[in-house]
């Protein structure tokens, strides 16, 4: 019992005392844990596959760490990946707000409004995006000209289609609205999730239309939304580098520039995929915080940040050490950890006195 | 939005003489099932009336056609004189003058409805907000009233139903009960001139049954015109003013609780009784 009180303990309780021995029968009996062989096993062929995967990274010279280590910061390696985040953010942006448009259209009652938002998903989800890209950079030779005006009447404004859609206009063209297309399925999806009383509860209270879809619905669709789009935002990151066939400065088209010269393939290719890695997990941890922000009230209360929990366990580890008592910012169910020797101790003794035959 | 605001001037303050509700030939089917038949009903202002009748009788179809969250196939409601979800119109037809019912657009139904509260079964309070958000938020959207008038009276009212402690939580961490009130809380932030209540009691564990009943019989006391659709006998004895029966979407009879609960006058209502009480 006294080890069974004490998680995390990995050793077992020291033989009780004679006077313990009459309180439960089992109380002097030495626990032994349950052996797991084959978790040993697996382990250790893990850790030696992961040596020789190190091993390998730093006794082979033709990854070429020293060239990996001075292209990382090279100032037009840095200026591409600060192009592909342009790239990312514009891309999402742009392929949110219309996805989420066109989710309100699908969801809306005119058949027109349904039909050209499924037609929009159909032809940008089939088409593939290299395609997509290309025909974009070629909108000048369909359409040299842009204008403003009435629809089939007087125009105001006049354009260059080359100064307007440019290789960075059609990158965000091409992947955004092809991104848009995707999105609007996860936002569908979202919307539907949420309970149909809520929207109920809004049109009951009188609450007008487009507050009951941004301040009911949208904000408690976002808990469905926001990993998948997260997921889409990642997708999109990497797709990035596919806009390198318009010979824009993103951040793979400048490695592959860099090793064409140098002939350097695989260390800048390398330097391209760290990169990416850095990037992936800042997402991954804007994500986090997002996800906390839209889980409140959904949960009764929101479990503690990684970071959190880091500084809680380390003080409830230095008052254990130091003896003195936990600081009081420390929730109740951590600051317990540093108590458990005396609950157990408290437990033993309360048994003895009340717990035993008389 | 602030063309909903200026239709809609704050409904007079409970007490007032308003808050008839008079329902003449409702009928509804939902595909070949026809749950209203014919229904007619009238409430007087200020009074409480309990919906009794088993599942499937039509009272909540009845209840959600008084405040047009459902649109019926033929009938109308109307609440102190206007009819709900139409307005009389003349137009020319064939060079005559004709009246016609000019069905409302969503905003002004939307209007309507912030003179017509209602409490729903499972509550749906909006989980990501606080109570207080819960309770502002129509005042403010709906009504356009502002915050630092709306933000006091809504504490008030959290006094009122024995939440003022728990503003700032959010709904999933009360209990049901709390919840139940709290949402009542909400309907009355709009200050109605009708109160539905749609099983208010019914996703209730038994031991918070009483704590919403109470709040509803204050909420009875200030003088809001309340239409109930419950289960619970004794709260319709003590309570209503009228009691009305309803089965196969019917009204079967209506009357004081003395007369209904005591001394029914039809076979039906004698049989269902029987079996609640």
Redesign the interface.
Known sequence: MTAVTTPGARTPAPPAPAQDAAATPYSHLRIVPARHPGRWVATAGVAVLLAMVVSSLLTNDRWEWDVVAQYLTWPSILSGAWATIRLTAAASVVGFALGTVLALMRLSRSPLLVGVSWAYTWVFRSVPLLLQLLLWYNLAYLYPHLSLGIPFGPEFLWFDTLGVVDKFGAAILGLGLSQAAYSAEIVRAGILSVDQGQQEAAASLGIPRRRQVTRIVLPQAMRSIVPTAVNEVIGLLKGTSIVYVLAYGELFYIASVIYGRNGKVVPLLIVAAIWYLVLTTLITIVQYYVERHYAKGAVRTLPPTPWQRLRWSSAVALARLTGRPVPAHVPPAFAARARVGVLTRTARTATTRHGGPA | ?TA?TTR?PPAPAPGGAAGRVEVHGLRKSFGTLEVLRDVDLTVEPGTVTVVLGPSGSGKSTLLRAI?H?EKVDAGFVTVDGDLVGYRRRHTRRGGRRVEVLQELK??EI?????RI??V?Q?F??????TVLENVI??PL???GRPRGEVEPEARELLARVGLADKADA????LSGGQQQRVAIA??LA?RPRVLLFDEPTSALDPELVGEVLEVIKDVASTGTTLVVVTHEIGFAREVADDVVFMDGGVVVEQGPPSQVLDHPRHERTRAFLDKVL
């Open positions: 939005m909903t809609n405040n969250l969503e905003r939307l209007g309507q409805r912030t509260g209602f729903f499972n749906n309070l909006f989980p990501h907000l938020e129509a959207s709906a009504q959010r709904p999933r961490q909400r309907a709009l």
